[in-house]
C-alpha cells in the first residue's frame, strides 16, 4: 500500500518545520520506500508497518504541539510493490508520447 500523509502541529506558531522534521526523520529511518514534498509524506509497505509508521509519527509531533491534525490517503492495493516509483514512470512515459 501507498500511503499519503500530512500532520500539522497546531499551536506551536507560525513555523512548523522542526516539528515535522521530527515525523520525516521517523520515516527516512524505517528503511521503507518514502518521498516527501511542500504538502504531503508519502510511504510505501504493508498495511501494518505504514500505519505503525504513521502512528508513530504522529507521536512524535505531539510531543511538540498539545494538538496535531493529521490527513491521511491510502491507495491499498495487495500484492502490489514498487508502486511508489512506477506510477509517476507511467505517467512520465505517456508524457514522451503525446
Do not use: Q, Y
Not at 21 to 30: F, P, Y
Amino acid at each position: 500500500m501507498i500511503a499519503a500523509f500530512s500532520i500539522t502541529p497546531v499551536g506551536v506558531g507560525e513555523s512548523v518545520g522542526s516539528a515535522v522534521a521530527e515525523a520525516v526523520r521517523l520515516v527516512r529511518a524505517s528503511g521503507l520506500p518514502n518521498e516527501t514534498n511542500a504538502m504531503f509524506t508519502n510511504v510505501e509497505g504493508e498495511w501494518s508497518e505504514v500505519m505503525d509508521l504513521i502512528h508513530s509519527c504522529v507521536e512524535a509531533v505531539s510531543s511538540r504541539a498539545g494538538r496535531v491534525s493529521v490527513v491521511i490517503k491510502i491507495d491499498h492495493r495487495p500484492g502490489t510493490s514498487g508502486a511508489l516509483r512506477s506510477k509517476v514512470t507511467s505517467v512520465e512515459e505517456h508524457l514522451r508520447h503525446t
